[in-house]
C-alpha cells in the first residue's frame, strides 16, 4: 500500500473523528439523562454500605498518576483535593499516594491492600486502573490484609481522568468531572465485580484486567497509541491506522471454554471485552458486562485499513458487530496461539486494559465476583 494512501487516510480520519467525537459526547450527553435509569437499576443491584462501617479509621488510599492524560490528572487531581478532603475526610483517613513512574501503582495498592486500607481509588486513566487492580493480587491469589478489621474487605474505586477512561464510559460516568467523582466515594456503593485474567506463559505474564484485553491489530494500535496522547483520543486513531502499515491478518489456532483447538483464519484483531469501551469510545464489545461471570470475543478477520476508516461510526456505535467479518462469543476462558508455535514470531501483540503485556501465546478467562468496586 502506498504511504500517501495512509496520509490522505489519516488526515481524513482527523476530521471524521473530530466530527465522531462531537457525535459520540453528544449522544453521550443525551444517553447521560436517559442512562440514569440504567445507572440507578445498577445501584438498585449493589451492595450497599454506609461508609461509617468500613471506612472510620481506615485509610482511603488515593493513587495518582502526575503524568496522566499528558499531565492533566496531576493538576485536576490538585484542583479536587481540597473538596474531596472536606466531603469524604470526616468519615475516613484520606491517603494521597502519587506514582513516580510505569508499575508503581501495582506496588502502591498491593502495600495498601496489605495495611488494611478500606479503598484504594485509581486516579488518571485505564493504565492507571490496571496497575491498581493488579495490586490487589499476588502469586495468582488476591492479597490479604495484615490487619485485622471487623468491615468488609478492600474495594476498588476509581477516579476518571485519563485520555480514553474507557471504563467509566461503560458506567456512563462523566469524564474529569470531579463533583460527580466525589459524590460517588461518598455514597459508597459497592458491588461484588468480575475480573478478567490474561495469562501469558512465554513471556511469563500473568495479569488482571477490568475492562477489554486484545490481541494483534488493535493491541498494537494500543501501544502505538500511547506515544501520541498529546492527541487525545485520536491517538487512538492515529494508532490505528499506523498499526495497519506493517500489519499482516494471521491465522491463529484458538480454544473457547477449554474445548477443541480450531484454526481461525486471517485474523486481523480479536478482542476480549470484561466492559464495552476501548480506544477512547470504539464500543467494541457492545453485549459485555462486567456483572454477569463471562467474557465477550470480538474477532474480526480479514479486516482492512479502509473498512476500518470507512466503518469507523460503527465501531463508536457497536454495531460492527453485525458485519460479515466480526464475529462474537461470549466465553469464560479463551487460548490464542500461533500455528507455528515453535517458531514465535513475537509480532502478535497482546495488550489489557490499554497497557501491552506481550506477545501470543495467551490465555484469558473470568473471575467472577472477584472485588468489591465503588460504583
Ligand atoms: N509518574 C509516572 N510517570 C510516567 N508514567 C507513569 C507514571 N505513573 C504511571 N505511569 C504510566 O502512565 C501510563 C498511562 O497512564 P493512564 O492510563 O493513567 O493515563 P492515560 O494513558 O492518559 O489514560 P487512558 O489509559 O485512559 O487512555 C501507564 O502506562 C502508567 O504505567
Known amino acids: 500500500m502506498e504511504n500517501h494512501h495512509y496520509d490522505f487516510a489519516m488526515w481524513f480520519c482527523l476530521g471524521f473523528a473530530c466530527i465522531d467525537t462531537n457525535i459520540i459526547e453528544f449522544s453521550l450527553l443525551g444517553s447521560f439523562v436517559k442512562g440514569r435509569c440504567t445507572l440507578w437499576r445498577v445501584n438498585d443491584r449493589a451492595v450497599f454500605e454506609p461508609n461509617l462501617h468500613d471506612c472510620a479509621s481506615r485509610d482511603y488510599v488515593f493513587v495518582v498518576n ?55 481509588i485509581a486516579v488518571g486513566g485505564d493504565g492507571t486502573l490496571h496497575e ?26 476509581l477516579i476518571p481522568m485519563g485520555t480514553g477512561s474507557d471504563l467509566a464510559r461503560h458506567f456512563r460516568w462523566k469524564l474529569n468531572d470531579k463533583y460527580q467523582a466525589i459524590d460517588r466515594l461518598v455514597k459508597g456503593q459497592k458491588r461484588r465485580i468480575d475480573v478478567g485474567r490474561v495469562q501469558l506463559p512465554e513471556d511469563r505474564i500473568d495479569r488482571y484486567f477490568l475492562n477489554v484485553a486484545s490481541l494483534h491489530l488493535s493491541a498494537k494500535a494500543g501501544h502505538i ?31 473457547i471454554n477449554g474445548g477443541p483447538w480450531t484454526v481461525v483464519p486471517k485474523v486481523t484483531a480479536a478482542c476480549v471485552g470484561n466492559a464495552k469501551y476501548f480506544g477512547g469510545g470504539m464500543k467494541i464489545a457492545p453485549t459485555a458486562d462486567p456483572f454477569d461471570g463471562s467474557l465477550e ?16 461510526h460503527m465501531l463508536y456505535q457497536g454495531t460492527h458487530v453485525h458485519l460479515d467479518k466480526v464475529t462474537t462469543t461470549s466465553v469464560h476462558t ?10 514465535r514470531r513475537e509480532d502478535v501483540f497482546v495488550q489489557a ?16 465476583e472477584q472485588l468489591n468496586f465503588i460504583l
Open 297 to 312: 470475543v470480538v474477532s474480526l478477520a480479514d479486516y482492512k485499513w479502509y473498512d476500518f476508516v470507512l466503518k469507523m
Open 353 to 368: 486494559d490499554g497497557e501491552h503485556l506481550g506477545f501470543l501465546p495467551a490465555k484469558f478467562s473470568i473471575l467472577p
Open 225 to 255: 497509541a500511547a506515544m501520541y496522547k498529546k492527541l487525545g483520543n485520536f491517538c487512538y486513531v492515529l494508532g490505528a491506522l499506523k498499526a495497519f502499515r506493517a500489519h499482516e491478518d494471521r491465522d491463529l489456532r484458538m480454544r
Open 334 to 343: 479463551f487460548e490464542v496461539e500461533e500455528i507455528e508455535y515453535q517458531s
Open 66 to 120: 502526575p503524568s496522566g492524560a499528558n499531565g492533566r490528572t496531576g493538576q485536576q487531581w490538585k484542583r479536587m483535593l481540597p473538596d474531596l478532603s472536606s466531603r469524604l475526610g470526616r468519615q475516613c483517613n484520606i491517603r494521597e499516594e502519587l506514582t513516580t513512574g510505569p508499575l508503581h501503582a501495582i506496588e502502591i495498592a498491593r502495600e495498601a491492600v496489605r495495611d488494611g486500607a478500606a479503598a484504594v
Open 132 to 157: 491498581v487492580l493488579n495490586g490487589f493480587f499476588e502469586d495468582g491469589k488476591l492479597v490479604q490484609s495484615r490487619e485485622l478489621h471487623p468491615g468488609p474487605p478492600t474495594a476498588l474505586g
